[in-house]
């Protein structure tokens, strides 16, 4: 069987990163944006001139759990909050990263993409993630 899939292109990828890395500095927050494909593959990555160097890492990080797992990178801390044997065996797992901020880019029920915001509070990452989304339609 032949199966087609719909991808996030790098045009939207950049778009992405620049609306939420607008939205941030807007707000006063040094962050590092991430956005790649349904497979976890960067597409885009941006950073603020003030943003700390373990961001960069982990907006990476977020945007490909997000698109791994095709849900926000907080669902699966919640998760991990409610089975100790899960949280614990993701110590073991590279590049898993259930920090909030990490969201998938969802079109028409489909997982095309990722985007991971790092750098600011928890809360605020999340904020500039769905910022972007929104400007984007998606």
């Known amino acids: 069987m032949i199966r087609q899939e719909s991808h996030l292109s790098s045009a939207a990828a950049g778009r992405l990163v620049s609306e939420a890395l607008a939205y941030a500095e807007a707000r006063g927050w040094a962050v590092c944006v991430a956005v790649c494909d349904a497979s976890g593959s960067l597409l885009a990555l941006q950073r603020s001139d003030a943003c700390i160097r373990p961001a960069i890492d982990f907006a990476m990080d977020k945007a490909f759990t997000a698109a791994g797992l095709r849900r926000e990178?907080?669902?699966?801390?919640?998760?991990?909050?409610?089975?100790?044997a899960l949280a614990q065996g993701m110590t073991n797992r590279e590049r898993l990263l259930v920090f909030p901020g990490g969201l998938p880019v969802m079109v028409d029920g489909v997982c095309v993409g990722a985007i991971g915001v790092s750098g600011a509070s928890d809360e605020e990452d999340v904020e500039c993630g769905r910022a972007a989304l929104a400007a984007l339609g998606l």
């Not at 990178?73 to 100790?84: G, I, N, S, V």
């Open 73 to 84: 990178t907080q669902a699966f801390f919640e998760r991990c909050q409610e089975k100790p």
